[in-house]
């Protein structure tokens, strides 16, 4: 998904934080790698339940779990065989007690032996009782987003999704049939998915037909805050 350029204010070495477009401030902090606990054991359940395909799991898991949400993870998990080597690493979220996590995670393609590298990102909150979860809105808080994004364009940040990016490269300039069937896994997946939205949006529209009054009752538009899609790298 291709991002906006955020303006910070803060240079590297000189701010300990930058401010976006006057809204959040964002911590120049470095990455840290696999330093939570908690937050590592979510991840792990997350990449166990795709192994398995099991969609019962990602209620403790993800929130809100909607319909696109399960689509999506159950095409992925139709072609992935397994999750050998992930690794997490985070940096402090917008919201209290959360986290942005930046995971590298090496995928075997169901009918190949070799593993193929990639790199996803998740919002992780916590709930009211206490526990982690990957937040799945589809729709956040533009300054939260705004912050994010910031995130995304921080060098070590960059560094990492490049490195990810580079190995996976000289998989496809050595024939790698596990990275070539990658690339046409997630084409079909991308396009499997939003066959399957479109399928369920027009289910959602087979209402029943409103009476005359209420077609013709005019309706106040409600005003609401400014938000945006969540930036995510994958």
Request: glycine fraction near 4%; charge should be negative.
């Amino acid at each position: 998904q291709q991002q906006e350029e955020v303006q910070t204010n803060a240079q590297p070495g000189q701010e300990e934080t930058a401010k976006v477009q006057e809204g959040l401030a964002v911590p120049e902090t470095g990455l840290e790698e696999n330093a939570y606990p908690e937050i590592n054991e979510l991840i792990m359940k997350y990449y166990k339940a795709m192994e398995e395909n099991d969609t019962d799991a990602l209620t403790e898991i993800i929130s809100p779990l909607t319909e696109a949400v399960l689509i999506r993870f159950t095409e992925w998990a139709k072609h992935t065989e397994a999750c050998p080597a992930v690794n997490i690493y985070s940096k402090p979220g917008p919201r209290e007690d959360s986290y942005i996590a930046y995971v590298v995670a090496d995928i075997q393609i169901v009918g190949y032996e070799g593993t193929v590298p990639g790199m996803a990102s998740f919002f992780i909150c916590k709930n009211d009782a206490g526990n982690y979860y990957i937040n799945m809105e589809e729709e956040i808080d533009k300054e939260e987003a705004d912050y994010i994004e910031a995130l995304n364009f921080q060098d070590d940040v960059k560094d990492l999704s490049n490195k990810v990016s580079v190995d996976f490269n000289q998989l496809m300039q050595s024939g790698s049939e596990a990275a070539q069937t990658f690339l046409k896994v997630e084409e079909s997946i991308t396009k499997a998915f939003r066959r399957r939205c479109l399928s369920v949006r027009r289910r959602n529209r087979r209402r029943k037909p409103l009476l005359r009054k209420e077609r013709n009752r005019k309706r106040r538009p409600r005003r609401r805050p400014e938000r945006r899609r969540k930036p995510w790298m994958w």
